[in-house]
C-alpha cells in the first residue's frame, strides 16, 4: 500500500463488487465511483427500516429482472492492479470500532435535548466519535 490507497480486497464467492458513478454506470479504472454490491448473498433489506432499505438496496440496472444492488456508501476506485482501493466516504457514515455508524441518527438525538438550539457536528477523530453543539442562551449541560 502507497500513499493515501487503501485496498479492499477481493469479493467472496457469492458477492459481487461494483463501482459506479452517479448515474449507475460502470467507472472506469481509475476513477472514483461509490461500491455497490451484489449477488446471491446479498440481503434483501434491513428489518423493519423500510425507507433506509428502498435507500440502499436499489434494482440492478445491469442485471435480471428482480435483481438488486447495494449502495455502500463508500468511495471506492479500481487500480492498475483489479484491486479496490478505498478513498473514504460519500455520506455521514463513519465507522468506529468495526461499526457503522450513522452520524445524522446522533445529531438528531442532540437536537431534540432542549438545551441545544443549533445542528450540532458530529466526526470520527483518533478511534472516538466527537461532537459539538451551540446552547440556548443561559442553557448548561453535563
Keep these: 500500500m502507497s500513499g493515501n490507497r487503501s485496498p479492499v480486497g477481493v469479493a467472496i464467492p457469492d458477492l459481487g463488487m461494483r463501482v459506479l458513478d452517479g448515474a449507475l454506470n460502470p467507472a472506469p479504472i481509475g476513477v472514483p465511483g461509490e461500491l455497490y454490491v451484489a449477488g446471491a448473498g446479498l440481503a434483501r433489506g434491513y428489518l423493519n427500516r423500510a425507507g433506509l432499505t428502498s435507500e440502499r438496496f436499489i434494482a440492478d440496472p445491469q442485471g435480471s429482472h428482480g435483481e438488486r444492488l447495494y449502495r455502500t456508501g463508500d468511495l471506492v476506485r479500481w487500480n492498475a492492479e483489479g484491486q479496490l482501493d478505498y478513498l473514504?466516504?460519500?455520506?455521514?457514515?463513519?465507522?468506529?470500532?468495526?461499526?457503522?455508524?450513522?452520524?445524522?441518527?446522533?445529531?438528531?438525538?442532540?437536537?431534540?435535548?432542549?438545551?441545544?438550539?443549533?445542528t450540532p457536528w458530529c466526526w470520527r477523530w483518533k478511534g472516538r466519535l466527537v461532537g459539538y453543539v451551540a446552547l440556548r442562551d443561559e442553557q448548561t449541560i453535563e
Design 88 to 118: 473514504g466516504r460519500i455520506d455521514h457514515q463513519v465507522k468506529i470500532r468495526g461499526f457503522r455508524i450513522e452520524l445524522g441518527e446522533i445529531e438528531a438525538q442532540l437536537l431534540v435535548q432542549p438545551e441545544v438550539r443549533v
